[in-house]
């Protein structure tokens, strides 16, 4: 699966659905850019996966995002993430997903598009900084 565009570095945590004809199969996945921002696409064949051609591949995001900071350094052995209930490096992948219903395909994924300001603490590495926050978002996209 390619979108198409030799700048984009990844294609990555793809998540299947099958449709309820033999022949429906879709694949979402992230897409990072050649500037780090990240994008969900997915691509959609109606030969049982043998091809996923270009003219059935979508953007299911609105808009490029950037991922939140994952991987603080608090020493030379340790680091946390921005969110200290999640391990360091877990940012968007346990997020992704996509499910066939009744014609439609149901896509959700994590997404950095909205910021949060941490509060000033003096024993926080991002005290006072701005950053990406993900969050789950929802689309609903017709099977191509």
């Not at 939140?68 to 968007?92: G, M, Q």
Request: with cysteine; glycine share 6%; proline share 6%.
């Amino acid at each position: 699966m390619n979108s198409g565009n030799a700048s984009d570095l990844h294609h990555v945590l793809p998540s299947l659905a099958l449709d309820n004809g033999p022949n429906g199969v879709h694949v979402a996945f992230y897409t990072q850019h050649a500037d780090g921002t990240l994008d969900v696409d997915m691509a959609n064949s109606h030969d049982r996966g043998i091809s996923f051609p270009y003219n059935r591949s979508i953007r299911v995001t609105s808009m490029p995002f950037a991922l939140a900071p994952s991987n603080i350094k608090l020493s030379t052995s340790t680091s946390t993430n921005y969110d200290r209930i999640v391990d360091p490096c877990y940012v968007v992948g346990e997020y992704l997903n996509v499910k066939a219903a009744n014609g439609a395909l149901h896509v959700l994924w994590g997404d950095g598009r909205n910021n949060v300001t941490e509060p000033v603490n003096s024993l926080d590495p991002l005290s006072g900084q701005t950053h990406p926050q993900t969050d789950v978002f929802y689309q609903k996209v017709q099977a191509q």
